[in-house]
Each structure stands twice: as structure tokens, then as C-alpha cells.
């Protein structure tokens, strides 16, 4: 674990990150002599990245010597895609794509994360009152995304598979219209999704606390790691300044994320407790998950034939968060 890793408690996130402002501070100095790199960003559309929307804001980007063009997408997974595609230099999302980017041997690399923490809760129609009625209920997700594989452990913990439900796998965009229309009966989603979703109709979110804890990744192909790593150190450095903000005005933080993702600015506190944030990475833990979504996706068919488990030590590097 190199000195900016974290692991998952809030304590260490934290203390692991104060380390940093001083070189947040330093970096922010220096970067005033550096010639501008242009970077391309892919950011999810969920608090969890909540250092990016700081660092747009406030123009963080550019104090590193980098000019950064941002775009949203409605979830990791797509966002992945325009970092596998060429559209974007750096991406956020989750670890489970990264895992299945892995299996099918794409060379997407995590190089730090800015969150860990359990986002998804299950979203009901009326004719579900508990987790324990889920059975031959039609429950949307989006395959591919680690609301699959929490769904998948929230059924285990019921005693059901995904046999024993309708499961239907729709766009981001679909869930809350589909709700309202009644062509399912529940759906697994985060922050904002589900505040959107309790304004539409008599729903309501069921939580069940310990199945899993999403990492928020900050990701790059290696092919940039090899050519261009020193955008990559300017772009954690940016991260380790938006976390100063963060963590010393969350006040501020918190008016950003609300504009951004259209949130009630009433209802930010509450979401913003559970949001344990740190700027590192901790290999072993994360390599340790990854083999055990893994472990999964092969168990349930999700792969193509012949797939290889991955050697996911080589997909989570520490190579850029060292050099800053």
C-alpha cells in the first residue's frame, strides 16, 4: 500500500488524505511554470464524483497546467466505453467494469480512487414492502455496472438467485419512467436516481446495509499511463486539491454537486454523511474485490468463452499516485 492509500474505513480516508494538502498546495505553485496539457474527461453523473464537479467549478484543472474538457455520462460503465474508445483520457466508474474490461482484455488500468462506500438501495413500486417479497418481482438494472453485482448479492441474501425474478436490464434513463409507467416493480440505483424517483409516484427506497461497497475509480488506458504520465500526475494532484475543498468547505462542495447533478440543496446533507471520500488507492483490497466480482461473473455466465481470470494486480497500479 503506498502512503496515499486508503483503505475503508472513514478514519483512514481521511488521515491518509491530509497528508496530502501541503503537495496539493506545492503542486498548485509549481504547475504556474508548467506548459498546459490538454486532457479529456469522462465523469459518471452520481456524487461519488463529487472531486471532478469541485475541480470544474473552481477551475482546479487548469491551476495543474491542465486544459480539460469535461463531459457526463449517465453511468461508469458508458463513460468507460468513451475512455476504451478514445473519447475521453481519464474516466470515472466502478470497479465492476473495470473488472469486465479485464476479462475481455482490454487494458484499462485503475490509477487512484476517490470513494468508498455502499451507494445502491432498491427503489419499489406499491406492490413491494419489503426485501423479503422479491420474488417473481420485476427489478430493473443495468448489466455490466456494479448495481448488477449488488443486485445479485442483495438476492443472495434473501436465499434467491436471479432465477427466482423477472430481472430486466434497461438503460439508466429508463428506470424511474418504467417504474411510473409499471412495466417493473422495483430497480437498483444511487444518488440522484432515487430522490428523482420518490417525487414520481408512491415509491419508496428499501436499504439493506453490508452487502457491498462500491470504489469509486479514476481510470486510464495504459497505452497513456506508457505515453503520457505526466498528465495523469497533474490530473490526481487536481483531485488531491478538490479534496482540500472538500474536506475544509463542505458547505461549498455541497452547493456544487447540488447544481450539478439537479439535486434538492435541502436534501444534500443527509446523502453527504454516508460519502466517505479520500483521494489513493490500496491495491490489495481492491485486487481482492475484483477477484471476487470476478469470481461471480464467471459463476454466472457473464462472460464470453474461453475468458481467463485476469491477473488484476496488474489493473490497479500505483505507478501515478507514487509520483505525486
Known sequence: MTPLSFGTTRRQLLTGISALGGLGAIGATRSLAQESIEIQIGEGTVPD??????????????????????TMFPSGRIALDALVSGQVKIATCAETPVMFAAIN???????????KYEPFDLVVGPNIQ????????????????NAHYYLASLLRSKGLTAADVAAVNLPVANFVPSLVGGAIDAFVWSEPLITAALKQGPFKRLRSEGLYSAYGCVVAMQSTIDSNPEMLIRAVRTLVAAHAVVKSAPE?????ISAK???ERSSVPELWKDLHFGVG?????????LVKEAEWAFANNLVK?????PSFDQVVTDSIVKRV
Not at 482484455?105 to 470513494?115: G, H, N
Not at 468463452?305 to 481470470?309: L, S
Open 105 to 115: 482484455e482490454i487494458p484499462v488500468r485503475v490509477i487512484a480512487s476517490v470513494i
Open 130 to 145: 419489503s426485501l423479503d417479497e422479491l420474488k417473481a418481482k420485476r427489478i430493473g438494472y443495468s448489466q455490466g455496472t
Open 305 to 309: 468463452p474461453g475468458a481467463k481470470m
Open 261 to 263: 447533478l439537479k439535486l
Open 49 to 70: 464524483y463529487t472531486h471532478f464537479y469541485v475541480a470544474d467549478d473552481l477551475g482546479l484543472w487548469s491551476k495543474q497546467g491542465l486544459k480539460a474538457t469535461s
Open 252 to 256: 461549498q462542495a455541497m452547493d456544487i
Open 281 to 289: 488507492i490500496n491495491r490489495a483490497s481492491m485486487t481482492v474485490d
